[in-house]
C-alpha cells in the first residue's frame, strides 16, 4: 500500500499538470498570460514545497514548510477563481482544481 506522504505527492503532482495545461490555455491575451504566470507559479510550487517539507530537518521545519504549501495552494484557488469568473476559459475542470 501506498503511504499517504506519497499519495499526497502523486496528488500534488496531478494537480500541478492539471495547472499547466490549463495555463498553457490561457497565454492568448496579455491578461491570460498574467493570471497565467501567477497560477503556473503558485500552482506548481505547491508540490516542490512539500517534497521538501518531506526533507525537514524538524518538526518545526515541517510545519513551516507546509504552511508555505497552504500559501501557494490558497493563491492559486484565487487565481482559479478569478479564471471562472471572468470567463477566461469555460471549462468544468476548474471546479475540480478549486
Known sequence: ???????????????????V????????TATGR???????????SSGANYEEACGAQSRADFAHKLQIVLKELRESRFWLRLVQKTDLINDDRIKSLI
Do not use: F
Request: no cysteine; hydrophobic share 35%; glycine share 2%.
Open 21 to 28: 495545461r490549463l495555463t498553457t490555455r490561457l497565454r492568448k
Open 34 to 44: 498574467q493570471i497565467a504566470s501567477q497560477l503556473l507559479r503558485s500552482g506548481t
Open 1 to 19: 500500500m501506498e503511504s499517504k506522504s506519497n499519495q499526497l505527492s502523486e496528488r500534488l503532482l496531478d494537480y500541478a499538470a492539471e495547472i
